[in-house]
Every structure is written in C-alpha cells, then in structure tokens.
C-alpha cells in the first residue's frame, strides 16, 4: 500500500506558492547593482544602513532606536541577554512561543505565566500578581494573532499594560511578527507607538511577509537599549547578513512588501476558513476561535483527550501538529496549534480528516 503524503501543520511559514520570488528576484538585482558595496561588505552590527532608515521611517523613530538582525528570533535572543539575568522573573503568556519558553529557562529566568484571554493576556491577573509582590524585569507579549493562541491583545488592554509598565518598573517586550497579516477586523496600534515613558521594545520579522529563508528582523526601541544590543551585535557576527537585507530593502522600498502582504493575507484568510470548516464538519469535539489574521489555530479537545496518543495516531496517518504541552509550563494536555499557514486549502480538508480519524481511532481503542 503507497504511503500518504505527509501534511504539516507544525511550521508557521507560508507556502512557497505565495512566496513573491519574482519580485524578490528584482530586489536582489537592484541592490547588487545599486549598492554593490553596502551589500557585500561586512558592514556594521546595526544592519544595513537604508533597511534601519526604512524601519525608523515605518515605526516613528530614528536610525539609532533600530537594529536589523538575523531574523526576529535573533533580535529577541540579543533583547532577553541584555536584559535578563538568573534569577529575574520574566512575564509570559500562557500558552506562548515554545522557543520563547526554552531561551528564558536557558537564561535561568523565573518566568511568570499568565493566562490568555479571548482578547489576549489577561492583564488585570497580572495587575493582581503585581500587587501581590512579583516584580518583573520584563513581559513578553505577542500583540496580534499571538503564537500559539490566535488571540489579540485589545486596545484597553494595550493601555493597561503600559500603565502596568510605568507604574512597576519593567519592560513590555512588543514581539510582533504577524502585525501586518490582518485580514480582517480593525487594525489596532502598536504598545510601541503609544508608548510615552520609553517601556517598549518592539519587534518583527520579513520572514512571514516575504518569506521565511530571508532571516530579517529588527527590533525598534529606546536609543540606549539599541545601543547595548548592537554591542552584543558586534560582539557575536561584527555583522548581520547584509545580502539579505539590502534585498529586503530593496523589496519594501519597491512597494513589492504591500504586494506581498496582500497575497499572503488572501491566502491566509482563505486557509483559516477552510481549516475552521473542516474541523466542524470532521472533528466536532474540537473547539476554537478563529483569528483574525495570522498563521495559528488554537484548538482544545474535550478534557481527558490525551493529545500525546493523537499526535502519534496522526503521524501515523501522515499528519503533524504541534502539542500544546510545548507552549505551556504546564497543563494543556488536551490541546494542540494548527498552524494554516502552509498548507493549500485541498491539503487542509485531507489533513483534517486523517486528524479526525486518528482521534476517533483513539476513542474506537478506549471504549
């Protein structure tokens, strides 16, 4: 009997099908040609000079309040090395970023969980952890369509946590990289922007607006805390990847990002439907809210559904997703990330219906 061909659900990267590699082959042309030595050379810690400029622009600051890195991930990594030291307690949501999870306890931070809402992190429990003595030296939030949960923070709750900020002392880390993938609702303003006491740091990624092999990211931020993370910069690659970035300079300042963000936002918003229609029609016991915009579906089974068997019975069948276990400290044993992103809408129906089989498998072998 052949073999199914395999469907994931585990990556959040759009599908190479919606990638713009014409446009970005235009990019690279133009900056090879038009800055052969910006882009080539070792350059500075900072990131190439024109993709800081273009940022500071998009973002209200200045060049120095920016620095370009190899990906977002390695802008949070500089962030939480700068900021965090053994022993301090770091605010998480919970459910939040596995990689997030793994670089704080590898840091030996002591990381406070707080739960999600249906409208993000539910900032008045942290108000109530405050009050009740816990001192953070930062709080990491993903504003929009957070990963793994969907969820986004509201405005009052945007406001409430920089008063949170202000009051106590500590630091909103604004860990943005789907902000621009809304395709639908009102788009809301960044923390960052309605910072007015220098709490926020914020950051994003071209990984999920251009495509993931591009590894740029960036964070904006108050000029002194910039100026430690390009230290820490220089110290680890004298420079970032200027070949990447003068692309992406060149990309965004063509006009070819809005493009691309357009594609990828269709896309997306076509895939969340298919993959909501699908759970209802062939897993019913799944229950949801759909985003509205991103790369992730949070899905919670029935208590006592044991999501280790299913996600073996899944692979089984040639499905992978990732295990809500892994975005928790604990708990969540019955929950599992689906992420859209992708997967064609016709491998989103098959995907869910060998899930729906391997669960009912799993029911068929406890009766």
Same mark, same amino acid.
């Given at each position: 009997?052949?073999?199914?061909?395999?469907?994931?659900?585990?990556?959040?990267?759009?599908?190479?099908?919606?990638?713009?590699?014409?446009?970005?082959?235009?990019?690279?042309?133009?900056?090879?040609?038009?800055?052969?030595?910006?882009?080539?050379?070792?350059?500075?810690?900072?990131?190439?000079?024109?993709?800081?400029?273009?940022?500071?622009?998009?973002?209200?600051?200045?060049?120095?309040?920016?620095?370009?890195?190899?990906?977002?991930?390695?802008?949070?990594?500089? +962030?939480?090395?700068? &900021?965090?030291?053994?022993? /301090?307690?770091? @605010? =998480?949501? %919970?459910?939040?970023?596995?990689? #997030?999870?793994?670089?704080?306890?590898?840091?030996?931070?002591?990381?406070?969980?707080?739960?999600?809402?249906?409208?993000?992190?539910?900032?008045?429990?942290?108000?109530?952890?405050?009050?009740?003595?816990?001192?953070?030296?930062?709080?990491?939030?993903?504003?929009?369509?957070?990963?793994?949960?969907?969820?986004?923070?509201?405005?009052?709750?945007?406001?409430?946590?920089?008063?949170?900020?202000?009051?106590?002392?500590?630091?909103?880390?604004?860990?943005?990289?789907?902000?621009?993938?809304?395709?639908?609702?009102?788009? +809301?303003?960044?923390? &960052?922007?309605?910072?007015? /006491?220098?709490? @926020? =740091?914020? %950051?994003?990624?071209?990984?999920? #607006?251009?495509?993931?092999?591009?590894?740029?990211?960036?964070?904006?931020?108050?000029?002194?805390?910039?100026?430690?993370?390009?230290?820490?910069?220089?110290?680890?690659?004298?420079?970032?990847?200027?070949?990447?970035?003068?692309?992406?300079?060149?990309?965004?300042?063509?006009?070819?990002?809005?493009?691309?963000?357009?594609?990828?936002?269709?896309?997306?918003?076509?895939?969340?439907?298919?993959?909501?229609?699908?759970?209802?029609?062939?897993?019913?016991?799944?229950?949801?809210?759909?985003?509205?915009?991103?790369?992730? +579906?949070?899905?919670? &089974?029935?208590?006592?559904? /044991?999501?280790?068997?299913?996600? %073996?019975?899944?692979?089984?069948?040639?499905?992978?997703?990732?295990?809500?276990?892994?975005?928790?400290?604990?708990?969540?044993?019955?929950?599992?990330?689906?992420?859209?992103?992708?997967?064609?809408?016709?491998?989103?129906?098959?995907?869910?219906?060998?899930?729906?089989?391997?669960?009912?498998?799993?029911?068929?072998?406890?009766?």
């Amino acid at each position: 009997m052949e073999a199914e061909q395999p469907i994931t659900f585990a990556r959040g990267a759009p599908s190479l099908d919606i990638i713009p590699a014409e446009d970005l082959r235009q990019a690279a042309q133009r900056a090879f040609e038009s800055d052969p030595r910006g882009a080539f050379s070792y350059g500075t810690a900072g990131g190439y000079v024109p993709l800081r400029d273009w940022i500071a622009e998009r973002h209200g600051a200045v060049r120095e309040q920016v620095v370009a890195t190899n990906g977002s991930m390695q802008a949070d990594a500089f +962030l939480f090395q700068l &900021l965090v030291q053994p022993g /301090d307690t770091v @605010v =998480v949501e %919970a459910p939040t970023y596995d990689r #997030t999870l793994l670089s704080l306890k590898g840091l030996g931070a002591e990381i406070l969980a707080i739960p999600m809402e249906a409208d993000g992190l539910d900032v008045e429990g942290l108000a109530h952890a405050l009050e009740a003595g816990a001192r953070p030296k930062l709080a990491h939030v993903i504003p929009n369509f957070q990963n793994p949960a969907g969820a986004t923070l509201s405005l009052e709750k945007r406001r409430r946590l920089l008063e949170l900020a202000g009051t106590y002392e500590f630091v909103v880390f604004e860990d943005d990289p789907y902000g621009e993938l809304r395709f639908e609702g009102e788009s +809301l303003p960044t923390m &960052l922007s309605l910072d007015t /006491d220098d709490r @926020v =740091v914020y %950051a994003s990624s071209f990984s999920k #607006t251009v495509c993931p092999g591009i590894r740029a990211g960036y964070l904006v931020g108050p000029g002194e805390v910039i100026a430690s993370v390009e230290r820490i910069a220089t110290g680890t690659y004298i420079s970032p990847n200027m070949v990447a970035q003068a692309i992406v300079a060149e990309f965004c300042r063509s006009g070819a990002l809005e493009r691309s963000i357009e594609t990828v936002k269709r896309a997306l918003r076509e895939r969340r439907d298919a993959t909501c229609a699908a759970l209802q029609e062939r897993l019913p016991d799944a229950t949801f809210t759909p985003p509205e915009g991103g790369y992730f +579906l949070w899905v919670e &089974l029935p208590e006592g559904a /044991d999501v280790d068997a299913l996600s %073996a019975a899944a692979k089984d069948r040639g499905v992978i997703f990732v295990k809500g276990t892994d975005f928790l400290l604990e708990g969540g044993l019955n929950t599992l990330r689906l992420a859209y992103s992708g997967v064609r809408p016709d491998e989103i129906v098959e995907g869910i219906g060998r899930l729906a089989e391997a669960y009912r498998s799993l029911s068929v072998a406890a009766a």
